[in-house]
């Protein structure tokens, strides 16, 4: 279980309840994610409304539980930049139900909910970004058309939060760094092992000529020479191992013919 030093037991086991519960049944186009070892910062997904200048678009945000939550609310960022009267440029979030209208028994899900139909309709009395209220009160084209170009610059679809409320992460990284070495022994036996026996060595045609050097003691076919048994640059080596070959032949030569007087003597 996850533990925190804001945040007293009893809070936590609440929250890891709540959690869960929004893992298992999220709300319609919301999808929440924690770091396991801290429940104070909640991040969310929200997908953009249909038919509002925010279709099609991803939008992360965060929310940060103070030490005296569920008593004081929390506070709301957009990590995701968006063009909206009630969203700031730092991302933080001016809504009423982080604000006068908080109240300790409203959970995480009620309060991911209004930020969500926040927007689907803006507030521009309340106002954090000052252009995008004015323009959203005098000409709605305009401040959906500059809504949409943010929507399709910054919020696009985002890696996966992480959800569950059970820690894996021990797990999990334990098997990144398996994966990790695996892929560097494979990387070193790429360079030490592979690729250097796909490259033939320049000692290589020497060394099948030695080896192949037995066959050199049978005679060649007629009409053909050593050169036109043996093609391309291994040619003179068989023809320096056939000349070798020859005079290891000699001195048994001899010995015969030596056998042979002597036998004759004696008759």
């Known amino acids: 279980m996850a533990t925190n030093e804001n945040l007293p037991p009893n809070v ?7 959690l869960k519960n929004l893992d ?22 929200i997908e953009g409304p249909a038919g509002t200048p925010y279709e099609n678009g991803v939008f992360r945000m965060k929310l940060i539980l103070t030490h005296d939550f569920p008593h004081s609310p929390p506070k709301g960022y957009f990590l995701t930049r968006i063009f909206h009267p009630n969203i700031a440029s730092n991302g933080e979030i001016c809504v009423n139900a982080l604000k006068k209208d908080w109240n300790p028994s409203l959970g995480l899900r009620h309060v991911l909910m209004v930020v969500r139909c926040l927007l689907i309709e803006p507030f521009p009395e309340s106002a954090l970004n000052e252009q995008a209220g004015k323009m959203l009160l005098d000409n709605y084209d305009e401040y959906a058309r500059h809504a949409r170009l943010y929507t399709s610059i910054h919020a696009k679809p985002k890696p996966k ?16 760094q398996t994966n990790t070495s695996l892929c560097n022994v494979d990387q070193k036996t790429a360079i030490s092992g592979v690729t250097p026996l796909q490259q033939p060595s320049p000692l290589a045609p ?15 076919a007629p009409g053909s020479t050593a050169d036109t048994a043996v093609s391309g640059s291994a040619a003179p080596p068989l023809v320096t191992l056939k000349k070798e070959a020859g005079l290891h032949k000699l001195p048994a030569d001899k010995k015969k013919i030596d056998a042979r007087k002597k036998s004759l003597k004696r008759l």
């Open 12 to 18: 936590i086991k609440q929250l890891a309840k709540e």
């Open 161 to 176: 939060l992480k959800t569950g409320v059970i820690s894996e992460s021990t797990t999990a990284l334990n098997v990144g």
């Open 24 to 45: 298992e049944t999220p709300p319609e186009g919301i999808k929440v994610g924690v770091n396991d070892d801290d429940f104070s910062t909640i991040y969310a997904d």
């Open 206 to 220: 020497t060394v099948n000529i030695v080896k192949g050097g037995n066959s050199l003691d049978q005679p060649l």
